[in-house]
């Protein structure tokens, strides 16, 4: 009977231990930024290293550490979803493809450092370790959400592909800095938001993911008239 009881817990343990890892798997996304075109959008040639962006982002009523990590974004059935990808060389490498894509001569350079500081009266400063025009600054937010509509008190349903229409919901904001040795040639928020209603399965979080980055190219090309304009200042 003890053997039995055994080979009994060790069955059930086996088995929730397989449906955790199953639902773990489930719930990680793989990113992927496909560039933006748009020819009445032109940037400058002039030389730009581009920095690591820094990961600002923050989880909203978190009762724990409010750093994201590797979180990409959220769904009702799903909860938390998450990345392999390192999100700010992500979103920087995204930045630098998107430049190139609009005629920039931007490199990606993650031995560059930009340290920021702000004063009491709001005022930056900023030191860079490469003499030429660096571009730098932090990730304030990168997330989507899926959401269905409620079928009943607090009940909702699974985002597990199911055939019910989905809401999908992308934030992207930037707080970018382009700068020279101690100099801030320009500094300023770049953010773009979008949804979707509606939106049927499969693959709704590759769905998610898609809107997510189109979000982020759209945030980046309100960046490329003040870039080529404080490049201009070199």
Not at 95 to 116: E, M, W
Not at 133 to 148: A, K, N, R
Not at 158 to 178: E, I, N, P, R, Y
Not at 209 to 234: C, F, R, T, W, Y
């Amino acid at each position: 009977m003890t053997r039995l009881k055994g080979i009994i817990f060790l069955s059930v343990f086996l088995a929730v231990t397989l449906v955790s890892l199953g639902s773990c798997a489930s719930n990680r996304v793989s990113l992927g930024y496909a560039t933006i075109t748009d020819p009445s959008v032109r940037m400058t040639d002039k030389s730009l290293v581009v920095a690591t962006l820094v990961d600002h982002r923050f989880r909203l009523y978190s009762f724990g550490a409010n750093s994201m990590g590797d979180v990409a974004g959220w769904g009702q059935g799903t909860g938390t979803l998450t990345t392999p990808e390192n999100i700010p060389v992500h979103v920087t490498r995204a930045l630098v493809h998107q430049y190139q894509t609009f005629g920039g001569n931007a490199v990606f350079r993650p031995d560059v450092s930009c340290h920021l500081s702000k004063s009491s009266d709001g005022n930056y400063s900023v030191r860079s370790s490469y003499p030429g025009p660096v571009l730098c600054g932090s990730i304030l937010d990168y997330q989507f959400q899926i959401d269905h509509a409620t079928v009943g008190f607090g009940t909702y349903i699974s985002t597990f592909d199911m055939t019910a229409g989905a809401t999908l919901k992308a934030q992207v904001a930037l707080h970018l800095f382009l700068v020279q040795g101690t100099r801030i040639l320009w500094q300023g928020y770049v953010g773009s938001a979008d949804g979707q209603k509606d939106i049927k399965g499969p693959n709704l979080r590759q769905k998610g993911v898609a809107l997510l980055e189109h979000s982020l190219g759209m945030a980046i090309e309100q960046s490329v008239p003040d870039i080529s304009s404080g490049l201009g200042k070199v």
